[in-house]
């Protein structure tokens, strides 16, 4: 089973949710976010070259302009291999685990896997962020020595900060395999 | 308690007509050195005195300093805002070691923490409930 459905982020641009159903306890969630506008690049470059041009027409000095060239095609390749994430997916998989994975404008992808052991909880926690408070999903781990504490808390989908509705669709889906899985392991 | 109380006593009006006196001698002798010629004030034989640049660049430094207090305070809330992923945004030591009270019928229950999995529970779980209530 997989379906789309589009949301907004807390700035207000545009995401988009896709869900697949693997199997009855299975689920894949994919957050993409809008890719590098046209816009944004061209209005970055214009900015770069031309206060590169005033810098050069006060000392005169020609290195100025190449030096700009390459500050633009370097700080633009860096800028999609580091920086900016298109899609993140959250992986959860009854009785093995929870995967995330950034996937970055470049190609480039970074996985992270958390044993079902480590997890506590899947909990949907508000916090200040700069200026904001937001809602943000995040995985709650224990300790497998102290299982009532939590050790650790790991925020998910932090590049493409989807909102509250967002945020509810995911959360209770998660709590469906969870509910399950929690069923299904104290039965030994 | 006697000793906290806000009320006047004869010690603070002491304290604070010494205070007043004090602050008014110190302004008098702020606007003599800065106003006053050296040559006048030599020749009373007062000569080892700073250099009168200070008289003006004190009060800039110190309205200057106030200024980037107000940019550093800004910052330094921003710094020692807790990150999204810090274990103090969900519970701290005194939610952890709360000590748990027994029900009891038709009292008021004791004021607790409650963990964040019951709560979440409760307004985003049990929704068309709630909905179908009211």
Known sequence: MEDEKSFSDICGGRVVLRRRYYSPYCREFGLSSARLSLRSLTAVTCAVWLAAYGLFTLCENSMILSAAIFITII??????????????????????????????????ESTTFIEMDKVKDVIINEAIYMQKVIYYLCILLKDPGKPHEISQVVPVFQSAKPRLDCLIEVYRSCQEILAHQKATSTSP | MVENSPSPLPERAIYGFVLFLSSQFGFILYLVWAFIPESWLNSLGLTYWPQKYWAVALP???????????????????????????????????????????????????????????????????????????
Do not use: C
């Open chain 1, 75 to 108: 700080g633009l390749l860096g800028y999609l291999h580091f920086v900016k994430i298109d899609q993140e997916t959250l992986l959860i998989i009854d009785s093995l685990g929870i995967q995330m994975t950034s996937s970055y404008a470049s190609g480039k």
């Open chain 2, 60 to 134: 800039v430094y110190l309205l200057i300093a106030v200024v980037i207090g107000y940019v550093l305070l800004f910052g330094i809330n921003m710094m020692s805002t807790s990150p999204l992923n810090s274990i103090h945004t969900i519970t701290d030591n005194y939610a952890k070691n709360q000590q748990w009270k027994n029900y009891q019928e038709d009292a008021i229950p004791a004021l607790r923490d409650v963990p964040i999995s019951e709560v979440n529970r409760m307004f985003f779980l049990e929704t068309q409930e709630l909905n179908t209530h009211n």
